[in-house]
């Protein structure tokens, strides 16, 4: 019933469930990076105008606001994954 020897007497549905489990909060990791790759280039693009154009009112108002967008980008992230972490984590004390 099962040839693998590194879980003896599990059943196969139990594994099964055990790696679909692990491909979840495997991918709602992926999913905070891609969170957080978007605030930092945000935030970046926020400061470059900062720091090239600060003597030009509307960029400067602009860069502002892409460093405001990436700091909330990423707080939107954090909660996400966080959210999701608590679900998984809590679904898998369940089975």
Aim: without cysteine; hydrophobic residues 45%; positive net charge.
């Amino acid at each position: 019933m099962n040839d693998d020897p590194s879980l003896p007497g599990r059943p196969e549905s139990a594994r099964r469930d055990d790696l679909a489990v692990m491909r979840t909060d495997l991918a709602n990791e992926r999913t905070l990076l891609a969170y957080l790759r978007t605030s930092l280039m945000s935030a970046g693009s926020g400061v470059t105008l900062l720091k090239f154009f600060a003597d030009i009112s509307w960029a400067n108002s602009l860069g502002w606001a892409f460093v405001l967008l990436g700091i909330v980008i990423s707080l939107l992230g954090v909660s996400r994954f966080l959210r999701l972490k608590h679900k998984i984590s809590s679904s898998r004390a369940r089975n």
